[in-house]
């Protein structure tokens, strides 16, 4: 790798580290750099879910505020993600790229729509527990469970994106802030490169100099992440996440 190469390895993972925290989808930034620097589409994919372990990490420890009285919450949710990473990063050996390619931009676009019609949803939901006399669950129930987890199997496979998926299903089955299920959300992204990462060391090739520059500035990124997203208000932390993840859909469908 060329230093002109490892200082755009080094700004990509920067770049994705403060996606990461704020909105999601920061592979999309550091995925093609690897590709440009003439690393094979598997070995970019390992190499890249390890660099931005230390990202996912210093994001949350910059949410820490909002992750109080979550706990409960997050190890539950974290299980799910943790099984649906291993999951994923299994897939990510076993099948050809393709097989991935046509569901990720519509499971995307999906997540979006969910997004922009949270608060209509999460508003009807509230009134049909008020007239039903049920509270609203802490931890969003079964459903929840079950949707984070298929959607950690996809992010244990490629990661890109992931975020949006996990705000878009809290934000509907969860009577939380947008800024608190952030929180539980970097939590989550954390496990899932973690869990997928561990299983790649074994049995899968990376790039010790992409994964060490992709670590120093997603961990960076992560930390100015953390202090512009607590400062974005709900709407306009929506847009931002609408914004990317209509550039992330444009992307995957060239």
Not at 1 to 28: D, I, K, Q, R, Y
Not at 84 to 105: D, S
Not at 200 to 217: C, I
């Amino acid at each position: 790798m060329t230093p002109p190469e490892m200082l755009a390895v080094f700004a990509a993972g920067l770049g994705a580290g403060a996606v990461n925290t704020v909105v999601g989808s920061g592979t999309l930034i550091t995925f093609p750099v690897l590709l440009a620097t003439g690393l094979p589409p598997v070995t970019a994919t390992v190499s890249n879910a390890l660099g931005l372990i230390p990202g996912s990490i210093s994001g949350a420890i910059g949410y820490r505020r909002e992750l109080e009285g979550q706990r409960r919450r997050v190890l539950k949710l974290s299980v799910g993600a943790a099984v649906g990473a291993l999951a994923g990063a299994t897939l990510l050996l076993a099948l050809p790229a393709t097989a991935f390619e046509t569901i990720v931009p519509v499971l995307v676009a999906l997540a979006l729509v969910l997004v922009v019609l949270q608060p209509l949803i999460s508003s009807r939901l509230r009134r049909r527990r008020e007239r039903n006399g049920t509270p609203a669950r802490p931890d969003g129930g079964p459903l929840l469970l079950v949707g984070l987890t298929l959607a950690s199997v996809y992010g244990g496979y490629f990661a890109a994106a992931q975020g949006i998926v996990y705000m878009s299903l809290m934000g509907v089955l969860l009577d939380d802030t947008m800024q608190r299920l952030n929180a539980v959300k970097n939590v989550l992204a954390a496990v899932v490169n973690a869990v997928a990462a561990t299983l790649f060391l074994f049995v899968a090739d990376f790039d010790w100099t992409a994964v060490a520059l992709l670590m120093v500035g997603s961990a960076l990124g992560g930390q100015i992440g953390a202090t512009v997203g607590r400062r974005l208000g709900p709407v306009f932390l929506r847009s931002l996440i609408v914004l990317v993840g209509t550039v992330g859909i444009v992307q995957l469908v060239r």
